[in-house]
């Protein structure tokens, strides 16, 4: 049973099939007059068609059960940790393991740890043995970065007091890009920076201030990091108003919130 307030699963974002026959796809083909040329468009698309799904599902070859369903619960829910996905399919602690690693050998997931929640995040491999599409981003980051940045706006997205997210908005000319940028409902927006190392807070803290943000935000991997944030940002030089502005939170907190808000 899908639990309450759980993330829109993977499965909602599968198109339908366009039927080649229909008249509004007419405008997409060359005109009247070239029946040859529009006929070998159209195979060209059938074809096309036919090897994706004959492609599709050929990553999970030789795969038990157990970790073909995991393949699924992981593209479907993918901001769930460990205990949510074994819970949910109902699997002995030592079928989950198996599972996992079998995945894991296929590369169809990679582990990542946020705080002391363990994440099997579903790699682009994983999305096409299911014929879907991966979440993308503009910009080319590393792997736990970019899950982390769609991480995140999932969480924020669900806060009581934001009424809108975007992913990586640009800064004007200057070319510096926010991961996450909240607009609240009060009229106010947010910045929010995935802080997944603590060097470079100083900086993101400075490209940010004369934006208009109430609030910029870095959300950290762990304790650690966020200890390290933070001091890193009393130690940037930064002007007092700025660093007033300044808030440094862990994902598990985000986590805990959304907990308690499915619960109220």
Not at 11 to 33: C, H, T, V
Not at 39 to 60: F, N, P, R, Y
Not at 102 to 131: H, M, N
Request: aromatic share 6%; glycine share 6%.
């Amino acid at each position: 049973m899908k639990q309450p307030d759980q993330q829109p699963s993977a499965i909602s974002s599968i198109q339908p099939w366009d039927n080649l026959s229909e008249p509004g796809l007419a405008k997409d083909r060359p005109a009247e007059g070239s029946p040859t040329v529009q006929a070998k468009d159209v195979t060209s698309e059938i074809v096309q068609a036919v090897h994706t799904v004959e492609q599709a599902g050929k990553e999970l070859d030789g795969l038990p059960d157990e970790a073909r369903k995991l393949n699924w619960d992981c593209v479907s829910y993918s901001y769930d940790g460990c205990i949510e996905h074994q819970r949910r399919l109902n699997l002995s602690a030592r079928k989950f393991e198996q599972a996992k690693a079998a995945l894991e050998r296929k590369g169809l997931i990679q582990c990542l740890w946020f705080g002391q929640t363990l994440f099997l995040v579903p790699t682009d491999l994983a999305y096409r043995s299911l014929s879907m599409e991966p979440p993308k981003l503009k910009r080319r980051l590393t792997f736990d970065h970019s899950f982390a940045v769609h991480f995140a706006a999932y969480l924020i997205g669900r806060m009581p007091l934001v009424s809108q997210v975007e992913k990586e908005m640009t800064l004007g000319g200057t070319g510096a890009t926010v991961d996450i940028v909240a607009r609240m409902k009060d009229g106010s927006r947010q910045a929010w920076e995935v802080t997944l190392h603590a060097g470079n807070v100083g900086a993101n803290a400075a490209k940010s201030a004369n934006a208009g943000f109430s609030r910029i935000v870095f959300v950290c991997r762990d304790t650690n990091i966020k200890q390290a944030a933070w001091s890193s940002l009393k130690n940037s030089g930064l002007e007092p108003e700025l660093l007033a502005r300044c808030r440094v939170i862990l994902f598990s907190t985000l986590l805990r919130q959304q907990k308690a808000l499915r619960m109220v």
